[in-house]
């Protein structure tokens, strides 16, 4: 599981160390765009069969690494394993997304939640990850990620997915104690997990608070930032002799990054709503910035694309630090040849820049 890292320009690049060029991955680079993704889905027969079976999810979190000249692989999971391992049966309905059979509806739902040893309820994610370790041999840094308490309580409270976030926005103003009780044990849960992913062979580690976006400045502090907080202080942050860096990445927090920050985290992801310029101004080298091409973008031409990917170098412009991502995941409808110029694109670009 040692074997030397043959690229650790990601890992570095997280660390605020030079580089030679500016690494680049992509959230959600293993998934339904890529063709091999889909068949291997089918051969599964369903979402969390995939999930749940180490050699299927080592083989889709390596295919991504086969087409395209990335610099570090995702453990392919969900943000969902850890509500699903807590009981609320987790299922996918066709064209619908992913749903719970069992949400919580009640205090006396969430005192009941147990609480998870991952490596008993959730084994499948960290042999997964000791899977991928092994299959990765050193070729790039391993991603383990998990969602943060305020976006896993979303889906929980919603029952799935929402659009106005009316059943867990109700409880925020009319029982907050509650819904502090359930982020409480949603933070304990994803630290555990976290570590045990670490334990398994993730070398970095993400936060995916897709949520935290659509609460108040003092809310988001509340609700979704203080929990995030709490898994940074409970996480290992070294491993293999070597530093283990955590990003946050809240969808729609481009005012809060100085406040995200403050968590003691090592990078930010940062969405394409604001410029890497105002991103790197008020964060004042403190972190590392990940991100930021909107996803759209890789809908254009080869052409506009590789303008678009030099508009992001430039933004972020001299100095260590940067991560080249999407400012979200990737679309189920782009052509995974636009994905190959925007990677070959960050490699030339970044090159010539930095020589
Ligand atoms: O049909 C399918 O194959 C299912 C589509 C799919 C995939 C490919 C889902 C269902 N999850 C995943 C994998 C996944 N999810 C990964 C690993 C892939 C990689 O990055 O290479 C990761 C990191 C996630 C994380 C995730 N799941 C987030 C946070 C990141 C984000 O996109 O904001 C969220 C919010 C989820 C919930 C979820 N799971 C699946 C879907 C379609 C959704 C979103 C539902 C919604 O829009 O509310």
Redesign the pocket.
């Known amino acids: 599981m040692n074997a030397e890292l043959k690229n650790d320009l990601y890992l570095r690049a997280l660390s605020c160390e030079d580089v030679e060029r500016t690494p680049v991955w992509v ?6 765009y890529l063709p091999e ?1 889909l068949k291997v ?1 089918k051969q599964a027969g369903d ?1 969390m069969t ?1 999930c749940s079976t180490p050699e299927l999810a080592c083989e889709v ?1 390596l295919q ?1 690494l086969e087409r395209f000249k990335l610099d570090a692989a ?7 394993t850890i509500p699903d391992a807590m009981g609320l049966e987790l299922y ?1 309905a066709a064209g619908e ?2 749903k719970f059979k069992k949400p919580i509806k009640s205090r006396a739902d969430v005192t009941a939640l147990p609480s998870l040893d991952p490596n008993d309820s959730l084994r499948y994610v960290m042999d997964a990850v000791s899977l991928i370790r092994k299959e990765l041999n050193g070729r790039v840094p391993l991603i383990g ?1 998990s ?1 943060s308490p305020w ?1 896993l309580a979303t ?1 929980m409270v919603e029952g ?3 659009k106005d976030f009316s059943k867990v926005k109700g409880m925020l103003f009319s029982d907050p104690s509650t819904l502090h009780e359930l982020l409480n044990k949603n933070a304990i849960a994803v630290t555990n997990y976290l570590n045990a992913q670490v334990a398994a062979g993730a070398q970095s580690l993400m936060i ?1 608070d ?1 949520w935290g976006g659509v609460l108040s400045p003092e809310n988001y502090k509340q609700f979704s930032l203080q929990y995030m907080q709490q898994i940074v202080d409970g996480l290992v942050r070294n491993a293999d002799g070597r530093k283990v860096p955590v990003v946050l990445f809240t ?1 729609n927090g481009g005012r809060w990054l100085s406040d995200m920050t403050d968590t003691g985290c090592d990078g930010l992801g940062v969405d394409w709503t604001i410029d890497l310029r105002d991103a790197k101004a008020a964060t004042q080298g403190r972190v590392a910035l990940q991100g930021n091409l909107d996803p759209s973008a890789l809908y254009g031409s080869p052409e506009s694309i590789r303008t678009e990917v030099k508009k992001v170098l430039d933004s972020f412009g001299e100095g260590p630090g940067h991560v080249f991502n999407l400012g ?2 990737i679309h189920q409808f782009v052509n995974p040849d636009h994905l190959a110029v925007m990677v070959d694109a960050v490699h030339e670009f970044s090159a010539v820049a930095k020589s």
């Open positions: 959230m959600r680079q293993a998934g339904r993704y889905r979402f995939l979190t991504p995702i453990l392919f999971s969900d943000i969902l996918f997304g992913p990620f969602g976006t889906y799935g997915g929402s995916f897709t969808k979200h995941g």
